[in-house]
């Protein structure tokens, strides 16, 4: 299968270039530049900005394997650090000059470049660097430049690099889709043949390789990503994969009912379910730090899942539903560059010694590619569609030390407002819906009497990969309704907020 590399220096941008990469049919893998790869499907190389200067001494280094690039004219697009990474290597020189470019920035092309066909000659463009590439190395030429005189783009044909200092896969780019494509198809002479139908079957016969006639045990949750993962192992090893329920104590009202029965009904595999409540709540019992709290749970986890298979003598794989937001935000893509947000209990909150060998078919893939493939899987609309619900469970959404009578005011807040939008109409037009509970409690009035209650936070977000998100625009009328049903039917609740932050600067969840 044809592939375009990229390699990561630790932009927030990069998966951007991935996503941006398979909207046009190309597939697209972020692989680590420090050990020797199979270039023989590589179509291209594209290397990332970052918050890093080259003249630094611990700098991110050009991959190893690029002189074998080189050698076999594979052609290369540089982005920001890319940019600056290849100036300085190839003898030319970079600087930080007093004029930094910083968010929305015009630029012109003065030299005609197949990367810019189709773009015009004046054009705004998303800019974020310091630094500025001040003296080209031999054999390139100068193709634009920012309004402030700056270079913004050069190249060298013969040796297929191509390079520019803006971001094209910033939707504040204008044209930044067609410099993308121009580099696909005109440069990298890509055929645009990858599809997720592709995809899933390649998935199955890898799945079927590897585990031969063993016993598969899924980790399922009843979200989409687990869901779609176990279809995918189903579809490959049939009755051979035992999907696993753990009702930690940290679910959504009534879900342990409620999601064996769906996906019973929906998708004809069998389920067991495991209650496991006791020992989750034992063991975050007074722990208040988010991050060990998530790697509890990651632990706790594993370990259900490894004493449950005791009763399969070949159980020796555990399916996640493991995607790539999730491997970002937990710094766990192969370069090791990306900072870490949080420590997803899938990748960052695993234990380092496992039992179990995982197997991840989506680990890969953002959360609206794994939606398509549900579609494309036949698993129902309202399966592959559900409003994603985190691995921890409402233990992120509990803030402080998690109680039992917390957890119970968590759960009956966030199935009202739930129910509230479901009610309007509103719950299919937002991404993801939910109720948090705060650390504090807040003084109010309740029947002439002084109250002094919990605070509720609501939040709704819209989004698509996950990667960003926009707090949603609910009406007021909706969420003056979720309130006052809230504070009416939950004595212990004084108080309701409405979050209104996106991502960034803050993540979706709030732990």
């Not at 060298?156 to 780019?173: A, D, G, L, M, R």
């Not at 179990?356 to 590619?369: G, N």
């Not at 691995?391 to 199935?415: F, H, M, N, S």
């Not at 037009?429 to 939910?434: D, E, I, L, P």
Request: contains cysteine.
């Amino acid at each position: 299968m044809e592939k375009v590399l990229i390699i990561d220096y630790g932009s927030q941008y990069t998966q951007l270039i991935a996503r941006r990469i398979r909207e046009n049919h190309v597939y697209s893998e972020v692989v680590s530049g420090d050990g020797k790869l199979d270039l023989s499907n590589v179509k291209g190389l594209i290397l990332s900005g970052g918050p890093s200067s080259v003249y630094e001494e611990d700098a991110p280094k050009l991959p190893v394997f690029f002189d074998e690039i080189l050698e076999r004219k594979i052609p290369v697009l540089g982005i920001c650090y890319g940019l600056h990474l290849i100036t300085f290597n190839l003898g030319g020189e970079v600087k930080k000059v007093e004029q930094s470019e910083y968010g929305k920035t015009d630029l012109e092309i003065i030299f005609p470049s197949v990367l810019f066909d189709s773009v015009d000659r004046n054009f705004s463009s998303w800019m974020s660097h310091g630094d500025s590439v001040t003296s080209l190395p031999d054999g390139f030429v100068k193709t634009a430049v920012s309004k402030s005189g700056i270079l913004a783009g050069m190249e060298n044909v013969q040796k297929n690099i191509y390079c520019i200092q803006f971001h094209p896969e910033v939707k504040h780019t204008q044209f930044g889709e067609n410099v993308i494509s121009n580099f696909l198809f005109k440069i990298c002479s890509c055929s645009s043949s990858w599809n997720l139908e592709d995809y899933v079957e390649e998935q199955i016969l890898k799945i079927r390789e590897r585990v031969g006639d063993s016993t598969v045990i899924s980790a399922f949750s009843g979200g989409v990503d687990s869901s779609v993962a176990s279809v995918i192992v189903h579809k490959a090893i049939g009755k051979n994969l035992i999907n696993v329920f753990v009702d930690h104590g940290m679910l959504r009202k009534n879900e342990e009912e409620e999601v064996p029965a769906i996906f019973q009904q929906a998708l004809g595999m069998n389920f067991k379910l495991l209650d496991s409540k006791e020992v989750f709540l034992s063991r975050l019992n007074g722990i208040e730090d988010p991050e060990t709290k998530r790697k509890i749970i990651g632990e706790q986890f594993i370990r259900e899942f490894e004493s449950f298979s005791k009763q399969y003598p070949t159980a020796k794989f555990l399916v996640q539903g493991t995607i790539y937001s999730d491997v970002i935000e937990s710094a766990g893509t192969t370069t090791g560059k990306t900072a870490k947000i949080k420590s997803h209990h899938n990748v960052g909150g695993l234990p380092e010694n496992m039992n179990m060998e995982l197997i991840e078919p989506l680990r890969t893939l953002f959360k609206d590619e794994v939606r398509q493939l549900g579609e494309i899987l036949g698993i129902p609309h309202h399966i592959v569609h559900r409003h994603p619900f985190p691995g921890p469970g409402l233990a992120v959404r509990c803030l402080g030390e998690i109680t039992v009578p917390k957890l119970a005011v968590l759960k009956e807040a966030d199935y009202i407002f739930r129910e509230v939008l479901r009610e309007y109409g509103w719950e299919e037009k937002v991404w993801q819906a939910f109720a948090v509970i705060l650390p504090v409690r807040s003084v109010g009035v309740i029947g002439d009497r002084r109250s002094y209650g919990y605070t509720i936070a609501l939040r709704s977000v819209d989004s698509v990969e996950a990667m960003t998100a926009d707090w949603s625009r609910i009406p007021h009328e909706i969420l003056d309704e979720a309130s006052r049903r809230i504070t009416n039917k939950i004595s212990e609740v004084g108080r309701v907020v409405y979050d209104i932050t996106s991502k960034p600067p803050a993540t979706i969840e709030w732990e």
